[in-house]
């Protein structure tokens, strides 16, 4: 499946059509699967559990069907998206990742 695709199918599961609605929807749901990703994580890491990767693919999966929605909603696609964000890092760190360039970012 392409993005193309799958935004087809976040649409075909989305009830509303109000812009407003919309973004509220999915800056409500962008946070509340974050942190189901975050949790999933934070047991791992804090409270013996070994490591769900299954849970976390679907909690990842939510938060994408968020993400690809909003996309979606204000017009853009996530190939633009991961396009601009590709841009942007390769200005900010043209020969990769530099703590120094990080601590003292220019923007």
């Known amino acids: 499946m392409n993005i193309a695709e799958y935004t087809k199918e976040v649409r075909r599961t989305c009830n509303l059509t109000e ?13 509340g699967e974050s942190g189901e990703v975050v949790d999933i994580i934070k047991k791992k ?8 990767v299954l849970a976390l693919g679907k909690e990842i999966g939510d938060l ?3 993400i690809v929605l909003l996309c979606d909603v204000v ?5 633009e998206v991961i396009q601009m964000n590709v841009e942007k890092l390769r200005k900010r760190y043209p020969c990769g990742f530099d703590e120094q ?6 923007e």
């Open 64 to 66: 994408l069907w968020y």
């Open 45 to 52: 890491l804090y409270h013996a559990h070994e490591l769900d």
């Open 75 to 79: 017009g853009l696609t996530l190939d």
């Open 19 to 31: 812009q407003k609605e919309l973004l509220t929807l999915t800056a409500l749901g962008i946070a």
């Open 101 to 106: 360039k990080s601590l003292f970012r220019q």
